[in-house]
């Protein structure tokens, strides 16, 4: 009996409001992978797609779409600098166990207007909700504070971003927005989720993977270097000391 | 023009990285400094992860000080024994200095003990050289003085009542092995420890506290520099993977050609004015270090990544 009333629990409540949701997301990605090449200057992304829906659009606010584009994620460490007899020096730290390499969210409108927080905590889409921060509290009496300086340093080097009126949507249908991505980018796999949204309530996600990876020389002397580290290690100083030897010979030859 | 770094992951300006490797190696030509207290500030400056910046400065003072060194082979100004004599401390004290690293890094201040390392040791050598180089000049231009100067010379005179004496022809000494065994194995452990090859302690211990002939104290401190960085590079390369090769090579080519450019000038130069030179650049890193220390930094927070070097 009690197994039985879980259920229904479970089928009321729990299960997402999108399995009944009457529109669904057809999207694509310009490119699924994007390759590092040591020319590497940054990329964009090219995100499209459209809703794809049975019954007529339903009355009431437009339909709004947010995009995210998510990093790997990465254990970080925080540390904050105090005064200590006349010097500065980091007295505090805070270990974040996941934090994304990069974040960007693109929305087609202000981030208030097109999602309400409690669909924000649901599938943490804003930066702050995409910072794993359990069990932060006890390492430090402020530790918020240190996810905010985390947030604030890494916008300031254009990993994380938020770009609100990014997405263009047409006839509450057809929609696409241009991402784009720095040139300090980490390889790894980077998930890209679109959710559709109206009166700031998520009705429909999407999602789909972007490989990043370095390809070439780049892929080639990162695989040396972590599967043959001494041989790494010593073609490095031969490189070394030949251009050493090299440039004393040819100044050498100049100079006559 | 933007390169993608395999190892730092980071995309930086290549001409910036040409005049880093350049300046550097112009300043390690002229003052037969490997610029491993240079280069490692400078690639942080320019957003290389601090592992990277260490390992792969080595990998650009090896090259720097192999491009020197040929030039000093040629003019017969390496004292390879003194330089030897040096090393077997230095290898001996760079595997002390990598143990000591490791007891700071679990008392978890190794970024002060460093900081703090630079400001003492660069802060009391430069202004001992500045104040020895600084009377040398006045004495040059004065000859009433240089009367003192001579009794002043005899004072190295200590370092020879030890035991175990060597000859060292090149160097015009005949001393014990101890002193310079000891400078190697005190600069192996700084270098271990400062990620620097030690050129700017070596270079002064050897002319004041073993009297070296000036001439041949360049050569022999890049010929120690040499194997003591290569070290470095192989312990980085195996423990950390954070050489990044493509770096090295790039800091490479401007270095090469600003070390034999710089070793031109520095033959040109007196000997005191390259050590009040040396002096002075010493002292500005310190003094750069320290006030890092002591004024109020404009952002309280930093970030580092936990697994990444």
Known sequence: ?256 | MQIYLPIAEVSVNLYVLLGIGGGVGLLSGIFGVGGGFLITPLLLFIGVPPGVAVATGANQVVAASVSGLMVHIRRRTVDFKMGTVMLVGGFLGSNLGIYIFELMKRAGQTELFVQFSYVFFMGIIGLMMFQESFRAIRRARNPALAAGANRQRSRHSWVQRWPMKMKFRTSGLYISVIPPFAIGLMVGVLSATMGVGGGFIIVPAMIYILGMNTRVVVGTSLFQIIFVTAYSVMAHAIANQSVDMALAVLLIVGGVVGAQIGTVIGFRLKAEQLRILLALLVLAVAVKIGLDLVLKPADLYSIRSVNHP
């Open chain 1, 1 to 256: 009996m009690i197994r039985l009333l879980t259920l229904l629990a479970l089928l009321a409540f729990g299960a997402p409001a999108l399995a009944q949701s009457p529109e669904k997301i057809v999207a694509g990605l310009s490119n699924n992978q994007i390759a590092i090449t040591a020319s590497f200057n940054g990329s964009d992304i090219l995100v499209f797609g459209a809703v794809k829906r049975d019954a007529p659009i339903p009355e009431g606010k437009p339909l709004q779409v947010i995009i995210t584009l998510e990093g790997p994620p990465n254990p970080v460490a925080v540390s904050r600098k105090g005064h200590v007899w006349g010097i500065w020096i980091n007295t505090q730290t805070v270990r974040l166990n996941a934090a994304p390499a990069f974040y960007a969210v693109a929305t087609s409108g202000p981030l208030s207007d097109v999602l309400s927080h409690t669909d924000d905590l649901r599938y943490k889409i804003t930066i702050p909700q995409a910072i794993e921060d359990i069990g932060t509290a006890h390492q430090a009496a402020d530790a918020p504070a240190f996810v905010d300086a985390l947030v604030r340093i890494r916008q300031a080097e254009g990993l994380y971003v938020v770009d609100q009126n990014a997405v263009t949507v047409e006839q509450s249908t057809l929609f696409h927005a241009d991402l784009k991505l720095p040139a300090n980018l980490i390889e790894g796999i980077y998930k890209a989720r679109i959710f559709i949204t109206r009166d700031g309530k998520v009705i429909a996600e999407h999602q789909s993977d972007v490989l990043v990876r370095k390809i070439g020389l780049e892929r080639w002397l990162y695989r040396l270097a972590q599967d043959q580290p001494p041989v790494y290690g010593l073609l490095s100083l031969v490189i070394a000391i030949a251009a050493g030897w090299l440039a004393s010979a040819v100044f050498r030859l100049v100079k006559r």
